[in-house]
Structure formats: C-alpha cells, structure tokens
C-alpha cells in the first residue's frame, strides 16, 4: 500500500530492479506477497504496488476469474515458502466483467473459450443483480474479488495459514481514474 502511494503521487522509487538484486535472487526468491489480477494492460501490479524483482508472484487472467490451475499458483507461495499475503485485485471499468455481465443479463454466450470466464464470474454477477446496484458492472467487479477472496480464505489448503495468523487475503479495488487501491475486505486487524 506504500507502494500504491508513491505510484498516485508520482513518487516512485522503482526498488529491486537492478543487477545487484538480480544476482541476489538468482538461485532463490521469497516474495512477500502474491497478487491476482486482470489481465487489463493498465492495471500491472509490479507498476501500481511499486515493486520490483522477486517481490511479488503474480496471476493475471480475465477478470481475476480462478479455476483450478490459478487457484493452485496462488496457493504455491503461501503453501511452499510462508508467503504471507495473497491479493485479489480488481478495477474500476473492467472490460470483461462488463462483458460477462452483459453476456449473462442477455443469454447469449460469449465466443469459444471466453465463455469459461462467464462461467467463472456467474457467482459475482448474481451477487451484484441481487444488490440492484446504480452501477452492476462495478459491483459486480467489486463482488467478483470479494467473492474469490473468500473463497481463498475459507479454502482447505489456505484456512489454516489464515486461522494461525500465517497469511491473510485481501481483496482490493483499482480506481483508473486515481490510480489509487483501495482494501476491500480481509485485511489483518
Ligand atoms: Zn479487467
């Protein structure tokens, strides 16, 4: 979260991007966190957290929507080497969240493979058209890391980190227009 305050008040640092740190993880990395998010090319977590080499593990797919294979690299930092924090990132304007939501209020179905991202997102759009919101698209975006940040937590795997104070789970909002973000459930007391 510093880092997201250096990056909306153009302070960066860029820390960890140079040879010494690579050569420093050259054979080992133990990032502190592990992030989730859109695959949205404005919304790249090592930019927005300021961070830089070996800091952070990141999944990116369509919506932040998870399925076995990105539930399983999310769990490996956590898992494997105490990696204490994992973040579920969304954003403000998320293209395929308003693409799914439109898919699902309309019954037509998305094109080829996209249509595992509607599936994957069906939970959060359900969320938001049960809350009639001003906005769906963002609640649903809002509903749909919330969702999947509880998920992680509760999981069989991850509760336990959870339950011993090891790890927690986050999910967290990305404003375009500020670029600021903003914790939206699960932070540690
Ligand atoms: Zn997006």
Redesign the pocket.
């Known amino acids: 979260m510093a880092g997201n305050g250096r990056w909306v008040t153009n302070a960066l640092r860029h820390p960890d991007r140079d040879p010494t740190r690579r050569q420093l993880l050259a054979t080992s990395q133990q990032p502190y966190g592990a992030v989730l998010s859109?695959?949205?090319s404005r919304?790249p977590p090592e930019l927005v957290f300021d961070t830089g080499l070996g800091d952070l593990y990141v999944m990116r797919s369509?919506?932040a929507a998870v399925g076995p294979v990105i539930t399983g690299s999310i769990e490996y930092g956590p898992m494997t080497s105490g990696t204490p924090l994992i973040v579920v990132l969304g954003?403000q304007r998320?293209?395929?969240?308003s693409a799914v939501y439109k898919a699902l209020r309309e019954g037509e179905p998305l094109p080829g493979n996209l249509q595992a991202i509607t599936e994957a997102l069906r939970p959060a759009y359900e969320q938001a058209v049960r809350e009639s919101p001003a906005d769906p698209a963002e609640a649903m975006a809002k509903a749909q890391v919330k969702l999947t940040a509880d998920a992680l937590r509760g999981n069989q795997d991850l509760a336990p980190l959870v339950t011993k104070g090891a790890l927690a789970v986050v999910s967290a909002y990305y404003s375009l227009d500020t670029g600021e973000v903003e914790i939206l459930n699960g932070a540690p007391a």
């Open positions: 859109c695959i949205d919304v369509g919506g954003h998320c293209g395929a969240v």
